[in-house]
Every structure is written in C-alpha cells, then in structure tokens.
C-alpha cells in the first residue's frame, strides 16, 4: 500500500542525484553548526538548503535537474571519484593499486607477487614496481 503510494507520488519527478546527496550532507552539516553558541541563525540556512533539495527532487522539470547535477559534477566529479578510489584501495586486501606514471590511469595488480612489470591498458607504458 505504502509502496504503491511512493511510487504514484514519484512517477514523472526527478528523484535524487549526486547534488541531492550533496545537499542533504550539507543540511546535517549546517544543522550540527546551529546547534553551537550564537549560531542559531544557521538553522535557517539549513532549512533554506533542505526545501531546495526536495524542490528538486519532486521536480517535473527533468531537463534542468539534469543540468544542475552536471554543473555540480563538472565542479565536484574529480573529488568524487578521487574519493571513490581511496575507499576502494582501502577495502581491496588483495590487490596493489598503482597509477600510471603516462597518463595517470589508476591499475590493479595482486598483491605478494614480487616485483612485477606493470603494463598500461590505457597508453601502453610499462614500468616496475613490487606488488
């Protein structure tokens, strides 16, 4: 019941996107702020920031959503996925990560392997480096 309700009520809106997630992270952020000594008025910025995010995500205009959220990665995609990679290298006991020294491309190899040659699929380079 619940759930047919959820859907009929999202049907034809946006939803949520990167720049969602980025402003709900912001609303608790400017929430904890207020919360400090003569701070106060920042719980209306933060609530400024929440009505915005569910402006856009109960949105029909799918077009200038879309924009927004590609000018917010255009911005914010390096740290995004610079921050996705680290999480990734951290969680993955079982291979090395190295980046090419060419082009920058991040490669996988496993780990205790010694030392190995590690070939680019990107730009052909090849360099040494223990695993």
Aim: glycine share 6%; with cysteine; charged share 25%.
């Amino acid at each position: 019941m619940l759930m047919n309700f959820l859907r009929k009520l999202m049907y034809g809106r946006y939803g949520s996107d990167y720049l969602s997630f980025f402003l709900l992270f912001l609303y608790v952020v400017l929430i904890f702020i207020s919360a400090l000594p003569h701070m106060a008025w920042v719980s209306w910025l933060a609530l400024a920031v929440l009505l915005w995010n569910l402006f856009r995500m109960f949105s029909r205009r799918i077009d200038r959503r879309r924009a927004e959220n590609a000018r917010f990665l255009a911005l914010f995609g390096p740290f995004i996925r610079w921050f996705k990679m680290r999480r990734t290298i951290h969680r993955d006991k079982d291979h090395r990560y190295f980046k090419c020294p060419n082009c920058g491309q991040y490669l996988r190899v496993p780990r205790g392997k010694g030392k190995i040659t590690v070939n680019c699929r990107n730009c052909g380079a090849s360099f040494e480096e223990r695993s």
